[in-house]
């Protein structure tokens, strides 16, 4: 038999007990889970904290110092969980200030269980959905970070057998065509023979440069048109 789904874990923070003993009975109605009660705003971020529920619901006027919007601002910074106001007033000036939590829905008391139903259950949908693209965001980053570290693996190698390699074989003909200005008849054809086999593994460590580079930036480049250039030479050479 497939598990049964938990149902969402609801905390409620209001301080009419007549009020919030009706809320919590409307949601065991409805199927969810009240798993605390709260009157004041820094008792509600407490148990945010200690309980994690899924959604809180959060009564904007609040008889404390800290009142359910400002609760809301801190239970959404610390604990990233949705919120939905209840509040009896309709206040344009209250409504603007609890807009800037980012909650997840409004309830005007007094409200009915269907009410109460459509707003929770578009809350929870939006809060796993956007929970869904901070995954995917979050694997999308990570994603990036190994390709850009693994690019820069990639030119570090390239550079280092550039310098390493390729630099000496450059600087061994250097050395060879100075000295030739010094040498004559077999002496001076040994040393051109040296460097056309310098040449010959300088075209080999480029070659095999080229090969370890992805096609589509061998084009962009230009070298895999240089490499096939540079193939007759060394034949015609040899």
Known sequence: ???????????????????????????LELGYEPVGHATRGEEAIRLAG?????????????????????????IRTQFALPVVFLTAFDADQILERAK?????????????TRELCTVLTMALYKHQAEAKLISSTCQLQALSRRVLEA???ERRRVAVELHDELGQLLTAIKINLQLSERLQGGALIELNTENIRIVE????????????????????????????TLAPSRDHAA
Not at 211 to 220: C, E, F, I, S, V
């Open 201 to 228: 593994d300088a075209l080999h460590q480029v070659r095999r440069l080229a090969t370890g580079l992805r096609p589509a930036l061998l084009d962009d480049l230009g070298l895999s048109r240089m490499a096939l």
């Open 50 to 74: 200690e309980l994690r529920p899924d959604l809180v619901l959060m009564d904007i006027q609040l008889a404390s110092v800290m009142d359910g919007i400002a609760a809301a601002q801190a």
């Open 1 to 27: 038999m497939p598990l049964a789904l938990k149902p969402s874990r609801i905390l409620v923070v209001e301080d009419e007990a007549i009020v919030a003993r009706d809320i919590r009975n409307q949601l």
């Open 100 to 112: 800037l939590t980012e909650p997840f829905g409004y309830l005007l008391k007094p409200f009915s």
């Open 151 to 153: 690019q820069e693996f």
